[in-house]
């Protein structure tokens, strides 16, 4: 029979897959059938339809030619897979922001020279940290590096020590 779409094309090898599908209707509908004649019936019965089932299930799979799946790949593509392979996996790829260059310890140090030096509000000197990340312990009363100039050589008392 032909049989056309909805829009008016003819569907080719229909017929292949209708003659297909329903000899699998039919061969599911004689199995319930006989499945369901045997659920009333004796064991023995049971027994016996099992181990035709599992020998015509035997001379089918010994029809049918088993693959591998590298067989099956092959024949899928159309060519053998090579004896040797001469292809090297590819190189690991880096995230984002992994390409920024790395300063050696020498730059690093020079860039840290030419920051303009800050006046820190905990230790009041002059120097490359605040008052959040100072190394003293915060006290109010420090003297600061305006008032040891002012002072001189004088001595002081140290508030921290």
């Not at 035709?52 to 089918?60: D, G, M, N, Y």
């Not at 030619?65 to 996996?89: F, M, R, T, Y």
Request: hydrophobic share 25%; with cysteine.
């Amino acid at each position: 029979p032909i049989v056309y779409d909805e829009n008016g094309k003819v569907i080719e090898d229909f017929d292949k897959v209708d003659v297909r599908k329903i000899e699998m209707s039919n061969v599911w509908s004689e199995i319930y059938k006989t499945v369901g004649l045997l659920d009333s019936g004796e064991l023995k019965n049971m027994k016996e339809f099992s181990k035709l089932l599992k020998q015509f299930r035997e001379t089918v799979v010994g029809a049918v030619e088993k693959k591998s799946k590298n067989k099956e790949i092959e024949d899928l593509l159309g060519c053998k897979a090579p004896q040797e392979i001469d292809i090297l996996p590819p190189h690991k790829a880096k995230n984002k922001g992994i390409g920024k260059r790395q300063m050696p310890s020498k730059e690093k140090a020079v860039r840290k020279t030419e920051k303009r030096k800050r006046r820190c509000g905990n230790c009041k000197r002059w120097v490359n940290h605040n008052s959040r990340t100072c190394n003293l312990p915060f006290v109010e009363d420090l003297p600061s590096d305006d008032d040891e100039r002012e002072t001189g050589d004088e001595e002081e008392e140290s508030s921290y020590a």
